[in-house]
């Protein structure tokens, strides 16, 4: 069916049932998606269906229903395309900062690092390597990108996810988190404190757009003072305008 803007109808509907599942957590029952989408049950039931014999929903031996295997080849490519584009500006960062830099995307519950320039000097080796998930609670891309959700939207992934400690620094309760998330809105800026590992702090910003993405720069925490924080604030947040302007142009 034809929608009014020259689109299909049962595209727009078939990709809000992808994104409802991925903001669930990746799993959802047909009746929680008719109540998230406002579909009626029927036109769920057809689409899902149709979705799962694609391959890019799965129905689980529960009856609830999961984001697919197909989609995972889309994620790759579109993550390696992403961090291409990203590259240069991440690039310019280091330059200016001198210290590792890394592109990180919200997908589904966990942070996944899709791009990172390193030094060729001072570098050492961190936790964020390209492809490592984490859960976004103990990272500052995390709460970078979560700082402008719904508080209660917030608290559902932290009951999905759990909030396990990595290290003795990390947070792990969500009264604490979400406070940590007022406090990022209000600078401007997200800290990981030693809280994914020791010895390493990071700040990051949010991508703007909605792209749920942000970057960050990590280091030693010797060399990761407040002042160095500071002065890193204003060229991570040129590099995210800039990588959303090349989404809006390439998408």
């Not at 020259?6 to 109540?35: C, H, K, P």
Request: glycine content about 10%; overall charge negative; hydrophobic content about 40%.
């Amino acid at each position: 069916m034809a929608k009014a803007g020259g689109g299909v109808q049962s595209l727009d509907r078939a990709f809000a049932i992808l994104e409802t599942i991925a903001d669930a957590g990746g799993v959802i029952t047909l009746s929680q998606l008719a109540s998230d989408t406002g579909l009626p049950l029927p036109t769920i039931h057809r689409l899902v269906r149709t979705l799962v014999d694609l391959g890019y929903v799965r129905q689980e031996p529960n009856r609830q229903y999961s984001l697919g295997p197909r989609l995972i080849r889309l994620g790759e490519t579109t993550s390696r395309r992403l961090a291409t584009w990203a590259r240069p500006h991440l690039a310019e960062v280091v330059s200016t900062l001198g210290e590792s830099v890394n592109l990180a995307m919200l997908d589904g519950d966990q942070i996944v690092y899709v791009g990172q320039v390193m030094p060729s000097q001072n570098s050492m080796r961190m936790f964020t390597e390209v492809g490592r998930r984490v859960d976004p609670h103990t990272t500052a891309v995390g709460k970078a990108i979560l700082a402008g959700d719904d508080e209660d939207d917030v608290r559902a992934l932290l009951r999905r996810t759990g909030m396990e400690g990595r290290t003795t620094h990390s947070l792990v309760t969500p009264d604490d988190f979400v406070a940590e998330l007022r406090q990022t809105r209000e600078r401007g800026y997200a800290l990981d404190n030693e809280e994914q590992e020791l010895g390493v702090r990071c700040v990051a910003v949010a991508v703007p757009g909605g792209s749920r993405l942000a970057i960050s720069m990590s280091g030693p925490l010797p060399r990761m003072g407040d002042d160095v924080v500071d002065h890193a604030v204003p060229p991570l947040r040129a590099a995210a305008d800039a990588i959303a302007d090349e989404l809006r142009t390439r998408g």
